[in-house]
């Protein structure tokens, strides 16, 4: 639900950016962006007691999980950082704020599974797998990154001639707005190329993620 306060925020902010700058659209800004330090410091403050645990268990595949989960939270406070100097972009804060959310879900799973090992409970843990679900968690329709589904998110493109509503992440968007173009993600199957979404095998919440780190 923090997440979702903060989408709410940031959505809010897209409303006032379209009325020019004001005080409230700064103070807006700039409180979301302590409230996402706030939910940064939260993630890095578990980390401590999960490595205990891991040195105990020895599970390649939590360990590499766990891996993955410290490469998110490295890109997310790299965004965080960039954010200020950015003068609190609003497609800059978005992005930083999937990543955050992303970084959320896997710590959640993660101790989840841990809580359940300490109990006793079998897991089977190579299908330790991360799911974004529900009307708020999407994806881009262009490169699959996760993302939230939402008013700006719209995105109007063109496909077999006939004018298509997609969801968009900050980057496509700002790729499409800059040179009216945009890469979208294929896969060749069986001699056919067939877009990211048609694809059974391919799950973004954990295939994207492995493929951009």
């Not at 509503?165 to 700002?174: E, F, H, I, R």
Request: charge should be positive; charged fraction near 25%.
């Amino acid at each position: 639900m923090f997440g979702f306060f903060l989408w709410v925020g940031i959505e809010s902010m897209a409303l006032l950016n379209k009325m020019g700058d004001s005080w409230l659209q700064k103070g807006l800004k700039i409180f979301i962006y302590r409230r996402m330090i706030s939910l940064a410091q939260s993630l890095v403050e578990g980390i401590g007691d999960q490595e205990k645990f891991l040195f105990l268990r020895q599970d390649k595949h939590i360990i590499t999980s766990y891996q993955d989960f410290l490469l998110l939270v490295k890109s997310s406070l790299i965004l965080l950082q960039k954010i200020p100097s950015k003068s609190y972009d609003y497609f800059e804060m978005k992005l930083a704020l999937c990543f955050l959310d992303e970084c959320k879900i896997r710590r959640d799973k993660l101790s989840c599974i841990f809580k359940q090992l300490n109990k006793g409970v079998f897991v089977d843990k190579t299908k330790v797998r991360f799911f974004r679900k529900g009307l708020f968690r999407k994806n881009c329709y262009f490169c699959s990154r996760p993302i939230f589904n939402s008013f700006s998110a719209r995105t109007a493109i063109e496909l077999d001639g006939k004018e298509k509503s997609v969801l968009g992440c900050s980057t496509c968007q700002k790729k499409l707005t800059r040179h009216n173009q945009v890469k979208i993600l294929y896969f060749m199957k069986s001699g056919k190329r067939l877009h990211w979404s048609n694809l059974t095998d391919y799950s973004p919440s954990i295939n994207y993620w492995y493929m951009n780190q």
